[in-house]
């Protein structure tokens, strides 16, 4: 029989462990965040998601956070199948509701690049990829390349 020692069992309703205490780490305020670093690298732009059995998927990002703008070039789009996916991607500049600025489209939906002419993007703009005519069950990346500004203290 396997013996588990009672410090795993917090959620069972264990008492806790002599002279520990858990607390939750301190927040930082947001007015600490003064400084502006320009040119980062985009970090965090990639996205993905399954293809339907209708063969379309769509699939959104965007910056998050206060301070965080996206200075987008590029994006590579993909799927599982690859270059012999017959599928196409149309990416988009808007919100879910509305897709009103077309920032590229590609017959390579299995894998291609996609060139963007987005000046900037803040917190609540997205970049929509729509897939259509892509494989059952493929999983469809969008990888955003460019460079963001973000807040630091």
């Given at each position: ?7 795993f ?13 858990y ?13 502006q670093?320009?040119g ?9 998601g ?7 998927a769509t699939?959104?990002?965007?910056p998050?956070g206060?301070?965080?703008?996206w ?6 789009i993909s799927t599982?199948?690859?270059a ?7 990416v988009?500049l808007?919100?879910q509701?509305?897709?009103n600025?077309?920032g ?10 996609v060139?963007?002419s ?5 917190a ?8 259509s ?21």
């Amino acid at each position: 029989m396997v013996r588990i020692p009672w410090v795993f069992h917090e959620q069972a309703g264990a008492r806790q462990p002599r002279g520990i205490r858990y607390r939750r780490p301190a927040s930082v305020s947001p007015l600490a965040f003064t400084r502006q670093l320009q040119g980062v690298p985009l970090t965090g732009g990639q996205a993905r998601g399954v293809i339907g059995a209708g063969g379309g998927a769509t699939i959104s990002i965007g910056p998050q956070g206060l301070g965080t703008i996206w200075y987008p070039v590029m994006c590579t789009i993909s799927t599982t199948t690859g270059a012999l996916d017959i599928s196409t991607c149309a990416v988009y500049l808007g919100s879910q509701a509305q897709q009103n600025l077309q920032g590229g489209q590609s017959y390579a939906g299995g894998g291609d690049v996609v060139a963007l002419s987005v000046s900037s993007m803040t917190a609540g703009d997205l970049l929509i990829a729509v897939w259509s005519g892509g494989n059952p069950g493929d999983i469809a990346v969008i990888n955003i390349t460019g460079t963001m500004d973000a807040l630091a203290y």
